[in-house]
Structure formats: structure tokens, C-alpha cells
């Protein structure tokens, strides 16, 4: 099971590795890399993902519960007599297949669409189900954040994510603490404290016991702190140990991206982080400088597990720049 879950792990990493080579390739000789946002073409080649030939893939949690798999990031699926509720909602290029996807599990449109964040690759079909009329709902900081759009500096590459016009925001926003009671569930939304942006939701199914962390938990290599979005290593953490700790040990953690998996992967993961903080800390302490502290490798020992950190989005890059600006 474990080196089931390592090996998959490794073949996402090296998707990562050649993802970023064709990265490369889309900034011209000579040209300063990074500078320049990518159009959404671009950076879904880069990614490896393709938007118009996605198939997407059901996988049954327990009752009433199912996570998507597609284009971008993991949908939760409630469906049951009230209807469909779902959690992120990838790109409208693949929302007929979605919805057909739904279909065949046994809903019939989508009511309520939960965005875990702000970011495109979880949030962009909000441009298809608001117009269609789902009810869309998200905290307070990621509905701002949509409504402004802005530039999303994943390090190695900077995509501009267009402002949503208001029939793609959510109208309904919450700060610390929401419930939704739907399908005999009681879904509460959670956020902590700003983590992967300044606007995650945890999205707990009490029925199932299963949680949607959105990108704070990534079980497909190092995570993306996006810094310039106002998240931050120690928020990550925080964020983190709080689901945990609300959840219990027996709960079905459903990650932004990657396999579904259990507390233990999600214990393993703030373990690597808090480790990770705590050696980039000392390096800033001894007066490193980023390339230093990137050229000391300090994820060394997890890369096994997690992938080569060159291939993340600028881990370290990010934790060290988010303890630098305290
Ligand atoms: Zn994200």
C-alpha cells in the first residue's frame, strides 16, 4: 500500500520534472523565464492537461459521497434527495463532462458549487454554473479575490487569472465557520487562518467523516504556497493541524490534488512541513540568502516521498520567502 502510494507519488513528480521542461519551452532563448504570465493554453501544456480531451473519472467515498477526477483540481460530489453539492469546479472546457459525470452516479444538475479558493484550476467553472444558476459558495477573502483577479505567481511560471464577472461569484461568503445542511449532512466549511491564500475553505461531510482541504493538503508532490496571495508556511501548518485535529483519526482526507488518502498521509504531510519551516528558519537565521538556502536542499530526506523540489512549484523558494517577510 505504501509503496503503491510512493510509487504513484514518484510518477507524479516525474510528470512535475517533464511538465517543467515544457515549461520551458514556451519562453523564447534568451528570454528572462518567469517574467511573462502564461496564456491558459500555455500553462495547461505545461501542466500536461488537457482540456479538451479530459475524461473524468468518478471514484464512490462512501454513501452519497465521490471525489472527481479531471483537469485541474479534486471535486467532491454530495449527491442524495436534495440534490447535487460539489466542491471546486475545474474549468467550464470540461464542465459538460462533469455534469455527465454527475449524471452517472445518479444527479441531475448541480446546486451548489463550494470553491476550497480562489484559484482557476478549482474555481474557473464558476463561469459556467453561475450563469446556469448554481449557487456558489466560498469564504469571504476568495470571493474578493475572484471579483479582483490578479497574477498568480507559481515561481516557476506567473499566470494571470481574469477578474469573474459577478454571475461567476459566490453569493454566499463566510469568514471563520459556515454549515450547509444538505442531503441529510451536516457539511461544515472551515478556515483558520490564511494558508495556501488568504481565503481557504476546509470542507468537512460530517456523514462520511471526509474533508476537502483544496490545495492547504496536496498529496501530488511538495505543495504551492501562493505567498503573493497572502498565504504562508506557518498558516499552512496551522491550517493543517486544525482540520486534524477537528476531524479525529479516522477521517478520509480528500487532498486539492492527487489521491484521496487518510490522516496519517495528512499527519506525515505537517510533519514534512513543520520539519522543512523549521530547517529554513535556522538557514535565514545563519543569514543565508534564498539561493543558499535552495542550494542546502533542505527537503533532502523527503524527496523520496514527495518528488525532487525542483519540480514543485518553488517550495522552498516560498517557505523561505513567506518567513522572511515576519
Ligand atoms: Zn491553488
Redesign the pocket.
Known sequence: MLKGLVASILVVGLTFAVTQSALAKHHEPGEATADQPLSLEALAVAFGWDLQGAQITAEKIDDGLYVLFGVGGNIGVSIGEDGVLIVDDQFPQVMEKIEAAIDSIGGNGIDYAINT?W?FD?AEGNNTLGPQGTTIVAHSNARADMAKGGLVNLVIAKYRQQAYPKAALPVLTFDDRMQIHFNDNQIDLMHFSPA?TDGDAAVWFRQQNAVHLG?VFNNAGYP?V?VDSGGGIDGMIHFCQQVLDAVGPDAIIIP?HGPVTDTAALARYIYMLTTVRSRVADMIDQGMTLQQVVDAKPTANFDEVYGPETASLGFVNRVYTSLAQQ
Open positions: 479558493h484559484h478549482h495556501h490545495d504551492f501562493d486539492g
